[in-house]
């Protein structure tokens, strides 16, 4: 239970690892790709498809996978890097908490049907 509202609390995972796989699917600058010796990208990320200069560096939120420190420490630093990436002071504890809710994930993932037309609460 405490990795649980640490995800949705202090740890900030829920902003972006939502819904039944823990991804908004969208795209993201954690610095991931990002040399700090040369400050440069490594790898452009999301740019290689579209081309376009504000997609240097992203990449799809993945679902939940062992990052830990690399979101504790807010990412890795450069020009690009998502604004709701921030350090989050995490304690050693704190992040064993999480990635026992994480363990608590573990298991087959089924095929999720959307809801059928006109069955949803209005």
Same mark, same amino acid.
């Given at each position: +239970?405490?990795?649980?509202?640490?995800?949705? /609390? !202090?740890?900030?995972? &829920?902003?972006?690892?939502?819904? %039944?796989? %823990?991804?908004?699917? +969208?795209?993201?600058?954690? @610095?991931?790709?990002?040399? &700090? !010796?040369?400050? !440069?990208? &490594?790898?452009?990320?999301?740019?290689?498809?579209?081309?376009?200069? *504000?997609?240097?560096?992203? %990449?799809?939120? =993945?679902? #939940?996978?062992?990052? +830990?420190? #690399?979101?504790?420490?807010? /990412?890795? *630093?450069? =020009? @690009?890097?998502?604004? !709701? +990436?921030?350090? #989050?002071?995490?304690?050693?504890?704190?992040?064993?908490?999480?990635?026992? %809710?994480?363990?608590?994930?573990?298991?087959?993932?089924?095929? *999720?049907?959307? =809801? *059928? &037309? @006109?069955?949803? =609460?209005?």
């Amino acid at each position: +239970m405490k990795g649980m509202e640490l995800f949705e /609390g !202090k740890a900030n995972c &829920a902003t972006c690892h939502v819904s %039944f796989n %823990f991804t908004d699917e +969208m795209y993201h600058n954690l @610095g991931v790709g990002w040399d &700090a !010796k040369t400050k !440069k990208l &490594a790898d452009q990320g999301r740019s290689d498809v579209t081309e376009k200069d *504000a997609n240097r560096g992203q %990449f799809k939120t =993945p679902t #939940l996978r062992d990052v +830990m420190v #690399l979101y504790n420490r807010g /990412g890795n *630093a450069n =020009p @690009g890097l998502d604004p !709701k +990436m921030k350090p #989050l002071g995490l304690r050693g504890d704190e992040i064993d908490a999480l990635v026992a %809710f994480m363990y608590a994930l573990t298991g087959p993932v089924t095929n *999720a049907e959307p =809801p *059928a &037309a @006109g069955s949803l =609460p209005k």
